[in-house]
Structures are given as C-alpha cells and as structure tokens.
C-alpha cells in the first residue's frame, strides 16, 4: 500500500496514541472501584488492543488491515438528551500529589482521550486519500464516538 507521507506521520501518531491509551487502560483495570466504569473498561479494552494491533499490521506490511473494527451500538440511556448529568457531581480541582487516581480521574481520563482520539482520527480521514485507509480511519472514528457516549 502505499501512502502519503502526512498519512504515515498520522498512522504513526494514532499508533501511539494507542499505546498510550491502552496502557492508561490497563492500570486502570487494576484501580478502578465503580463497577458500571469496570465493565464499560472491560467491554473497551480488546477494542483498543485490535485497533492497535491493525494500525501496526498498516505500518509494518503496508498491504492494508482487512479487519474491521467493532463498533458498540449507543446505549441511548438518557431520558433527557438536552441536559447533562453534569449536575450531580462536585466541582473539582487537579491533585498534585496523587499515589492513584480515583474512579472519577479515571474517568475523565478516559473520556477525554477518546474524545481527542476522536477529533484526530475524524480529521486523518478526510486527509486520507487511500480508501481502504480512510475507511479504516472513519471506522476508528465511530468506535472512538460509541466508546465516548458509554463513558
């Protein structure tokens, strides 16, 4: 397959940002109290492993991952889809000194990587001019939605 080089620089920046996210993942598999965010990390994580594991398939033989991702169908559980659930939690200041997060960092941790994850993988596939890449790259953007929404 061949690519153009701002398409390589962007596959390899996804890649990672998958490493980071997975690792992120991981530790917080191990940490994470809530059991509504442990099953939506565990449900997440082979995601994320997959999707890692095509863009290295990309780089390494550049023949094209075949695979498509999973995307989670939107649980749409809001009864109310013009309000946020914001309301009900504290105001919250950043901890400088922390041993481990708590359940809530993780989660906004969480969120907030998708949802940059998210952004970027949205705006390499309008720069993507293979479509074989542009679609692997839109898929990426639908789980990177689905997954948000759940958190």
Not at 23 to 45: G, W
Not at 77 to 101: A, G, K, V
Request: negative net charge; charged residues 20%; proline residues 4%.
């Amino acid at each position: 397959m061949r690519m153009a080089a701002h398409e390589l620089h962007d596959l390899h920046e996804l890649t990672m940002s998958c490493v980071n996210s997975i690792t992120n993942m991981a530790y917080m598999l191990q940490h994470v109290q809530d059991t509504e965010l442990k099953s939506i990390l565990e449900r997440h994580f082979p995601l994320h492993v997959r999707d890692y594991n095509m863009k290295v398939e990309l780089l390494n033989q550049m023949d094209g991952a075949k695979k498509e991702l999973s995307i989670m169908k939107v649980n749409g559980n809001l009864n109310d889809f013009t309000q946020s659930p914001t309301t009900q939690y504290p105001p919250i200041q950043p901890r400088i000194m922390i041993q481990d997060m708590n359940d809530r960092e993780m989660a906004t941790a969480y969120l907030l990587t998708l949802k940059r994850a998210g952004r970027e993988y949205a705006w390499t596939a309008m720069e993507t001019a293979n479509p074989e890449m542009r679609s692997f790259f839109e898929t990426a953007f639908l789980m990177s939605c689905s997954h948000a929404y759940d958190v």
